[in-house]
């Protein structure tokens, strides 16, 4: 059964503390996303990863970081830089190339920082 | 930043009527890609939009790419409850643009 998983569907953290949001993707995808949505913002991009060992930064990377060491897995780790860090998160993933292509979205993770 | 300027933001409709929910850019956009999410979901792919004027339907959803490719529209008749959630339009290459999306809620 192919598609994008993430965990878990919820997670608490102190704040201060840096916390990792995992996602990992069966469908042999090159490119992988993580945005952040808000009530009433959309959703805004953080980092994108077009190929393996290589990503950039998108729209809000500042308090973020990611890697993307294998193909499958882009995990995305909110730092105690992140000012605001309580939000929705959802990684997202899609063929790679010129041409434009659909993204397929994981459940996502709502990270509630207390 | 934000490409892409959707309105309304908000939209209540009475069961069985239609509306219509727009997007819009100051810049010519390569493409228009349409997802819908239901309450407490993720995002679904509904549709892509390429050339200028293109039209195409799904069921009750008619999507539309302006001439100028600056604006889209997507118009569903008939509304159903199971029409409810957000619909975004995203845009411009891999890197997508998304709009800040239509909430969509239906008065039985």
């Known amino acids: 059964d192919g598609g994008i998983t993430q965990s878990p569907k919820y997670l608490f953290r102190k704040e201060g503390q840096n916390v990792t949001l995992s996602c990992e993707q069966n469908?042999?995808?090159?490119?992988m996303y993580w945005y952040r949505q808000d009530p009433g913002q959309g959703l805004r991009l953080i980092y994108y990863?077009?190929?393996?060992?290589?990503?950039q930064k998108g729209d809000i990377a500042e308090g973020y970081s990611v890697s993307r060491e294998k193909k499958e897995s882009f995990p995305l780790t909110v730092t105690s830089a992140q000012k605001n860090p309580t939000a929705f998160y959802l990684c997202?993933?899609?063929?790679?190339?010129?041409?434009?292509?659909?993204?397929?979205f994981g459940p996502g993770t709502r990270l509630t920082v207390l | 930043g934000q490409q892409v300027m959707q309105i309304p933001q908000y939209q209540h409709v009475q069961e069985g009527e239609d509306f219509t929910t727009y997007c819009n850019s100051s810049?010519?956009?390569?493409?228009i890609q349409w997802y819908k999410q239901r309450p407490g979901g993720h995002p679904v792919f509904l549709i892509q939009l390429v050339k200028s004027g293109e039209v195409k339907k799904q069921k009750r959803l008619t999507f539309q790419f302006g001439e100028a490719k600056k604006n889209s529209s997507l118009h569903i008749t008939a509304t159903q409850t199971t029409d409810v959630g957000t619909y975004f339009c995203a845009s411009n290459d891999y890197k997508l643009s998304f709009g800040a999306g239509t909430t969509v809620t239906v008065r039985a």
């Open positions: 810049t010519t956009l390569s493409n």
């Open positions: 997202a993933s899609s063929m790679a190339g010129g041409k434009i292509h659909e993204q397929f």
């Open positions: 990863s077009q190929i393996v060992n290589d990503f």
């Open positions: 469908l042999n995808h090159d490119a």
